[in-house]
Structures are given as structure tokens and as C-alpha cells.
């Protein structure tokens, strides 16, 4: 249920522009949406993860100056400072603290040595920092409407472009057989 609510929250926001386009009241919808999430995640699991305390707070913070201000400006930015924070996260445990945050994550569903763990750190932080630049660009050189159709298809287009991206890397180095045998035991 929980995975319905996840894909639920961004395709309402969409379907909201759709049918009233006013981002105004999409706005409102999506941070309705978010707490939901939220509560419904608390209520199952007594506690809410890292992403879900991130998701709420940005919403809660951007989409309320959207709807309190009534200026789109807050929201248009949201994806950018969330991919933003995520480089910036990502690259800057592997320079400071000497750890991989992907390594951490993932590493008991995949060994990989610390050098591969740092390279996809870096390279997804990359893949964040253009996925915040890119937002920015089609906020402002695109309609409202065309953003909004980006935020829906193109984050995940842009995650299904860096998971191939990261599986030809692995594939390239020798490291993705053992993947697909660990995923068949």
C-alpha cells in the first residue's frame, strides 16, 4: 500500500494541473497527499524513514510558500534543491567522511569493492546536480504546463537512465554478474 501511496502522490499533482490548471490547488493537493503518505507510513511502521521526514518537510516548506505567496516559483524550484541536497549528500560523505552513502545503502544486496561504491557515489551525485540543473532549465525556458508534464515523466526517465547507466557500468567493470547470481540464490 505503502508503494501505491509513493506513485499515487506525483500522478495526483499531475492530474490535478490537468484538470483545474491551477498549480495553486495542485499544490494543495500534493501536500495533502504527502502528510497522508506520511501518516499512513507512521501508522504501519510507528516511525518514518530518512526520505519520507525529507519529502514532508520540502513539501510542507515549498509548497506552503507556493500557496502562501501564490507564486509557482517555490514549487518550480523543489525538485532542483531536493536533487541538489542529494549531490551534495552523496558527494560530500564520500569527501568528508570517507564513506559512501550508496555503499551503505546497498551494500548487503551488493558487494562491490569501496572504489566502485565511491565512483557510483559520484556519479550519481553528478546525475542529481544535472537532474537539478535540468529542472531549472525547463521551469524557465518551458510553459508551466510542459514543467509539469516533466515532473511527472521526466524524474523517472531520468532514474531509469541512470540505473541502466550504473548496470552497463557494473556490467563494464565485471561486476555485474555477480548481481544476477546473488539475485538468484
Not at 7 to 22: E, H, K, N, Y
Not at 154 to 176: D, E, H, P
Request: charge should be positive; aromatic fraction near 16%.
Amino acid at each position: 500500500m505503502e508503494k501505491i501511496i509513493e506513485l499515487a502522490v506525483p500522478i495526483l499533482f499531475f492530474v490535478v494541473w490537468v484538470i483545474t490548471g491551477d498549480i495553486f490547488i495542485s499544490t494543495q493537493v500534493l501536500i495533502g497527499m504527502v502528510c497522508l503518505q506520511a501518516a499512513y507510513e507512521y501508522w504501519q511502521h510507528r516511525q518514518l524513514k530518512t526520505m519520507t521526514k525529507v519529502l514532508l518537510g520540502s513539501v510542507i516548506i515549498m509548497g506552503g510558500l507556493t500557496v502562501t505567496f501564490r507564486d509557482e516559483t517555490f514549487i518550480l524550484w523543489k525538485p532542483t534543491i531536493m536533487n541538489w541536497i542529494f549531490a551534495l549528500v552523496l558527494a560530500g560523505s564520500q569527501i568528508i567522511f570517507r564513506k559512501s552513502i550508496l555503499g551503505a545503502f546497498l551494500g548487503r544486496q551488493l558487494q562491490l569493492p569501496w572504489q566502485v561504491w565511491f565512483r557510483l557515489g559520484y556519479g550519481w551525485a553528478l546525475g542529481f546536480f544535472l537532474a537539478g540543473c535540468l529542472n531549472l532549465v525547463v521551469a524557465y525556458q518551458f510553459s508551466l504546463d510542459i514543467w509539469m508534464k516533466y515532473k511527472l515523466f521526466g524524474g523517472f526517465a531520468i532514474t531509469t537512465i541512470y540505473i541502466i547507466l550504473t548496470l552497463i557500468y557494473l556490467n563494464r567493470i565485471g561486476m555485474a554478474a555477480g548481481l544476477t547470481e546473488d539475485q538468484s540464490e
